[in-house]
């Protein structure tokens, strides 16, 4: 069984993929601390070093290797992955169990301010600029998400109770 967990950063994809794999006694997989692992470089020195369609082609690649792996695995893809590449459609081939975490706005602005530094897609932003650049950033993004199997809404919620929805839900 593959479970794939798509949606915006800071979304929970990671925190609830752990708990997820911890429930079912699975691997989790975070498809960028796997690229890093592999490339021997951060994701934002792939970023600098590759370029951004150089990063995603290696993204493409590794998902693909991932994917047609035979082993059981929670895998969390980056906020990025499901939308280059025509990864979405390869993600929805190798699973019926793709699951997008949704959250509003408002949320993704409390959650990601904090980590604001260390996510260089938005470490520019002053805090008064991230709502409008994530409602914009997650409107571009949002057409790929909606193809998951299943939406779960994850504001209020704990990643356990995102968890045990997820369970339920499982082909």
Do not use: W
Not at 113 to 139: C, N, Q, V, W, Y
């Amino acid at each position: 069984m593959k479970i794939i967990l798509v949606g915006y950063m800071g979304s929970g994809k990671t925190t609830v993929g752990k708990v997820l794999a911890g429930n079912l006694n699975i691997p989790f997989i975070d498809l960028d601390t796997y690229i890093e692992s592999v490339e021997k470089k951060t994701i934002t020195e792939l970023f600098d070093t590759e370029g951004q369609i150089g990063f995603r082609k290696k993204e493409h690649e590794h998902l693909n290797a991932l994917l047609k792996n035979s082993q059981p695995m929670v895998l969390a893809t980056g906020g990025g992955a499901p939308c280059y590449s025509g990864n979405m459609e390869t993600i929805l081939e190798a699973s019926k169990n793709v699951f997008y975490l949704k959250v509003t706005i408002p949320e993704l602005v409390t959650r990601l301010t904090p980590e604001k530094a260390s996510r260089p897609l938005i470490a520019h932003l002053s805090e008064d600029e991230m709502p409008e650049f994530l409602g914009k950033h997650l409107f571009e993004r949002s057409s790929y998400y909606i193809r998951a199997n299943h939406t779960i809404a994850c504001d209020d919620k704990s990643a356990e109770e995102i968890s045990t929805e997820i369970e339920q839900l499982l082909v």
